[in-house]
């Protein structure tokens, strides 16, 4: 078996656990993925915890079943009003490799709501060749630091030419 099909074939198992019947990633405004690569749509979800100093950590889970952890660094940009603008990655750890997600953001620190959308999405070891968008949605118990989110999205395998 070649090393593309072996890659293909190790993200697909990666990313089925994932997949669901989430809308495509276009349908919603993000831009369609090249044409030379294999895409799957990303319905996942997250329990962290908020350590302080913009570091987050979390669990992910596809129906109830881990596929992975992450870690994040997030910069404050901005404040408007009671919501704060960040930036940073999301680090996706998992089977053969890792998955980081430079996202940008915003947290309403009234109701510890959140949403992020990536600008890039990136892979090492196994995942070198994924790229894709993901988007990132949950509250956060701004008493605690605990958060749930949701994951949504889409990744992708590109060919290699």
């Given at each position: 078996?070649?090393?593309r099909r072996l890659v293909l074939s190790l993200l697909v198992c990666l990313v089925?656990?994932?997949?669901?019947?989430?809308?495509a990633a276009a349908h919603r405004?993000?831009?369609?993925?090249?044409?030379?690569?294999?895409?799957?749509?990303?319905a996942a979800t997250g329990a962290g915890q908020?350590?302080?100093g913009g570091q987050t950590?979390?669990?992910i889970s596809v129906g109830g079943?881990?596929?992975?952890t992450t870690a994040a660094a997030f910069t404050i940009t901005g404040v408007d009003g009671t919501v704060a603008s960040f930036t940073g990655p999301?680090?996706?750890?998992?089977?053969g490799g890792t998955l980081t997600a430079q996202v940008t953001g915003t947290l309403d620190v009234t109701t510890g709501v959140?949403?992020?959308?990536?600008?890039?999405?990136?892979?090492?070891?196994?995942l070198r060749h994924v790229t894709g968008d993901l988007t990132f949605t949950g509250t956060e118990d701004l008493a605690t630091g605990a958060f749930t989110e949701s994951i949504s999205g889409h990744l992708c395998l590109a060919r290699a030419h």
């Amino acid at each position: 078996m070649s090393v593309r099909r072996l890659v293909l074939s190790l993200l697909v198992c990666l990313v089925a656990s994932l997949a669901t019947a989430a809308p495509a990633a276009a349908h919603r405004g993000h831009p369609s993925p090249p044409a030379h690569a294999r895409c799957v749509p990303v319905a996942a979800t997250g329990a962290g915890q908020d350590l302080g100093g913009g570091q987050t950590t979390a669990t992910i889970s596809v129906g109830g079943v881990e596929v992975g952890t992450t870690a994040a660094a997030f910069t404050i940009t901005g404040v408007d009003g009671t919501v704060a603008s960040f930036t940073g990655p999301i680090v996706f750890t998992g089977l053969g490799g890792t998955l980081t997600a430079q996202v940008t953001g915003t947290l309403d620190v009234t109701t510890g709501v959140f949403t992020s959308t990536s600008t890039s999405v990136a892979g090492t070891g196994l995942l070198r060749h994924v790229t894709g968008d993901l988007t990132f949605t949950g509250t956060e118990d701004l008493a605690t630091g605990a958060f749930t989110e949701s994951i949504s999205g889409h990744l992708c395998l590109a060919r290699a030419h």
